[in-house]
T-cell receptor
């Protein structure tokens, strides 16, 4: 099992450009999450998907959209990137919302100039 | 709103010494996590604490939970250089299951 995978690993965007961060898990998990981590800080929840077909806002959803494409994949889209979105983005998954263990992906380092 | 505070934010300690990282939180939670993160890497799960008085140990790390005081501690015994990393506590608020709120992290540097 690959666990949770994310693409790309690194990305540089100019202000106003758009892009989609991809996340996939092969553990048959129902719930998936997107977090961002800014320097010197803990992770903050952007959006989550309790199960296929559902998505909900987390703590810092502004400027982002998500799509739960199927059970395996959960993508995060920046429609018009801003320098404030420079961050490291982590995807995570759990068997379901009541599960204890979260499995994190390797992260995507995004820089917006 | 659930808030999580860790202290210290930075800790430099010599090999062989003991120290404790503290995690305070503001509202009731039904589970508390400790994670380790190495520079440029993802998060590695260390412990999940589920009930008041829970204590878990793995090697030189021991975590405990006091839900009445809303406090968790991560105790490091006889530190070694390999423990150098950033440590985060995180909580799932009651009823919100796996949506986690993270502390700001404690950067631990163990010097030889």
């Amino acid at each position: 099992n690959a666990g949770v995978t994310q693409t790309p690993k690194f990305q540089v965007l100019k202000t106003g450009q758009s892009m989609t961060l991809q996340c996939a898990q092969d553990m048959n998990h129902n719930s998936m999450y997107w977090y961002r981590q800014d320097p010197g800080m803990g992770l903050r929840l952007i959006y989550y998907s309790a199960s296929e077909g559902t998505t909900d806002k987390g703590e810092v959803p502004n400027g982002y959209n998500v799509s739960r494409l199927n059970k395996r994949e959960f993508s995060l889209r920046l429609e018009s990137a801003a320098p404030s979105q420079t961050s490291v983005y982590f995807c995570a998954s759990t068997p379901n919302l009541s599960s204890y263990e979260q499995y994190f992906g390797p992260g995507t380092r995004l820089t917006v100039t | 709103e659930l808030k999580v505070e860790q202290n210290p934010l930075f800790l430099s300690m010599q090999e062989g010494k003991n120290y404790t990282i503290y995690c305070n939180y503001s509202t009731t939670s039904d589970r508390l996590y400790w994670y380790r993160q190495d520079p440029g890497k993802s998060l590695e799960s260390l412990f999940v604490l589920l009930s008041n008085g829970a204590v878990k140990q793995e090697g030189r790390l021991m975590a405990s939970l006091d839900t009445k005081a809303r406090l968790s501690t991560l105790h490091i015994t006889a530190a070694v250089h390999d423990l150098s990393a950033t440590y985060f506590c995180a909580l799932a608020g009651t009823g919100t299951a796996s949506k986690l709120t993270f502390g700001t992290g404690t950067r631990l540097q163990v010097t030889l």
